[in-house]
């Protein structure tokens, strides 16, 4: 096995040479016969929408009848028609019927828009440990980066259900990456363990990375998801049977509003970064291509910096469109296979979605 160092700085290049983009470049993104679009014939009559509703239906729900599948009906008609107009209007990103098209916006931003209420908090006597520049910054950062290109260094896409677990699914896609580029071990850790154990109260009504690193700090490791799978809702803690699997001794803070030393940091490995007002329905239907909002003031999300980068040229023939690559907690169904490219360069406000309007933060690699 290479040693730790040595490892790091294979892995981080082969993530830098491998996202070098051209115009072939295939995007990440689930393929047409898995998505569900709209078109004009489909929302023509009651017996065309009804026929791609059920069509949904066996897709995304795969369950008996429910008692409310009129009343949901009614509402996917109307998301429906909302997904049809937003492809009709925009040429440079898709939509898509997701799982989220039976649900009204309040119902989705309930429980997967705010997952990480901005009252919690670190609290005082936390020391703050801030990232530290490297040797790139901020003028010889690479150009292109995505963790995705490297087999290993992140699991499979997570689905948190109705449960508001976003933040420890992050944090636990960041640990999973440390523990992979450090010592070349890929593991499921317990999101459960984090959403039961990591504070008092019912981690499916939200929380913040920081709770989870430092529960794994102070309980010196963290255990897989085999060993205390998740259930998608709040339980009580137990102990599960066996030793953690990892742990780790730190955590870093990247500094809010700098899109270079968010760069940097990511260069090296993902990072859990806090989203803002994500309950628009353009965000809600994301399909593919790079997203350029809206996002609006309400509510803040938890998910996955993995990378970034630049392409040539997309589908409207905009020339140079800079990117952030984010992996999310909504399962393969969303997004381009439960990841999203959200456009970068938006300086102002703390960047598109508010990326940058809040501290990044990452676990250290263990020593």
């Known amino acids: 096995m290479l040693p730790a160092l ?51 239906y066996a897709l995304y729900r795969r369950d008996s009848e429910p008692s409310d599948k009129e009343k949901r009906f009614a509402i996917f008609k109307e998301e429906a028609r909302v997904v049809y107009e937003l492809n009709d209007d925009d040429t ?35 020391k703050l440990k801030l990232h530290q520049p490297s040797q790139y910054y901020p ?32 944090a636990a896609g960041a640990m999973e990456s440390i523990h992979f580029i450090t010592n070349h071990k890929r593991t499921n850790l317990s999101v459960q363990e984090l959403v039961d154990c990591s504070f008092k109260g019912n981690g499916c009504e939200g929380g913040s990375a920081f ?22 809702n709040g339980s009580h803690c137990t102990s599960p049977f066996g030793l953690p699997v990892m742990s780790i001794r730190r955590y870093y803070y990247v500094s809010e509003r700098s899109e270079k030393m968010l760069m940097d940091a990511v260069h090296k490995a993902p990072v859990v970064i806090t989203l803002w007002g994500v309950n628009t329905t353009e965000f809600e239907y994301y399909s593919g291509g790079i997203f350029r909002g809206p996002c609006n003031d309400k509510g803040t999300h938890q998910a996955l910096l993995v990378g970034y980068g630049t392409v040539p040229y997309d589908d409207a023939n905009r020339s140079g469109v800079k990117y952030w690559v984010v992996k999310n907690s909504w399962g393969e169904s969303w997004g381009e296979r439960g990841y999203m490219r959200i456009e970068r360069g938006h300086r102002a406000g703390g960047g598109l979605c508010g990326i940058m309007l809040s501290p990044g933060l990452y676990p250290a690699h263990p020593e």
């Open 92 to 126: 440079h990103v898709k939509y898509h019927l997701n799982l989220f098209a039976d649900m009204t916006l309040a119902e989705y931003a309930k429980s997967f828009a705010n997952c990480s209420p901005l009252k919690i908090r670190p609290h005082d006597n936390i």
């Open 139 to 170: 003028d010889k950062l690479p150009l292109n980066v995505d963790w995705r290109t490297v087999d290993g260094v992140l699991t499979s896409v997570k689905t948190q259900g109705e449960c508001g677990s976003c933040w420890a699914i992050a």
């Open 211 to 232: 709770q989870a690193f430092q529960y794994v700090i102070n309980k010196h490791g963290i255990h897989s998801s085999e060993q205390y799978p998740y259930v998608g």
């Open 6 to 56: 040595t490892m790091v700085v294979a892995l981080a290049a082969m993530a830098l040479t491998a996202s070098t983009p051209t115009a072939s470049t295939p995007t990440v993104s689930m393929p047409a016969a898995d998505k569900i679009y709209v078109s004009s014939e489909n929302i023509a009559s009651e017996e065309s929408m009804r026929n791609l509703y059920e069509r949904w």
